[in-house]
């Protein structure tokens, strides 16, 4: 799978939230359609790929697999990876069986936090024609914070942010980057302008 680094921030103003100050939050990170069209079919969609890929996940942290319930019996804790770099900070990391796209875990706003996750699957196994050469459906990675109640259960929600990504193979990311450089060049410099330039790192859109 494509492996994104996230890096976790506290963004707090000054004297902002003091009631997690030394507590923990939750992050429940998941890969939904960015499209609205695909997003009304979200169920269905995502129905067909398990169907299709017996035994595989859309989302993990890492390269890890599931092994074993902990707790609560409908969640398994996935073995971090001992080949790629190690996520930094996160605490009790959970996959959902039942819910292929959905990761979450605990961390300390006041602590580094850097989590790995792995995207499985490919923007053009959602198209409709497979006969090569697809754009490919684009996929929004969604991160939704959540702080304890006074029961004890993250339920209250804290902050939402988001962005775009596009998953492709190797030879077919290449060529795409390849398309994309080429009409890029072909545009006028006030063409251009409408384009957001490429960035290594993304800094992710807080959603309401």
């Known amino acids: 799978g494509q492996s994104y680094e996230i890096r976790m921030l506290d963004n707090r103003k000054l004297g902002e939230l003091p009631e997690i100050n030394g507590k923990l939050v939750k992050s429940i990170f998941r890969v939904v359609f960015h499209d609205r069209r695909l997003q009304y079919t979200e169920h269905q969609q995502l129905e067909g790929w398990r169907w299709n890929r017996p035994g595989d996940r859309i989302l993990d942290i890492g390269e890890s697999h599931l092994a074993g319930a902990s707790g609560d019996p409908r969640w398994a804790l996935p073995v971090p990876p001992t080949d790629i770099p190690m996520s930094v900070g996160i605490i009790d990391p959970r996959a959902n069986p039942t819910q292929l796209n959905t990761v979450e875990f605990l961390w300390d706003p006041a602590k580094r936090t850097s989590v790995f996750i792995q995207v499985h699957c490919i923007s053009t196994e959602f198209t409709l024609r497979k006969h090569g050469g697809e754009k490919g459906v684009p996929f929004r990675v969604q991160i939704d914070t959540f702080r304890e109640n006074e029961s004890g259960e993250y339920t209250e929600h804290l902050h939402s942010a988001s962005c775009q990504i596009k998953v492709f193979k190797p030879k077919g990311a290449d060529r795409k980057q390849k398309t994309d450089r080429e009409k ?21 859109t807080e959603v309401s």
């Open 184 to 204: 890029m060049e072909k545009r006028t410099p006030h063409e251009k302008e409408k384009y957001q330039p490429s960035y290594e790192t993304t800094i992710l």
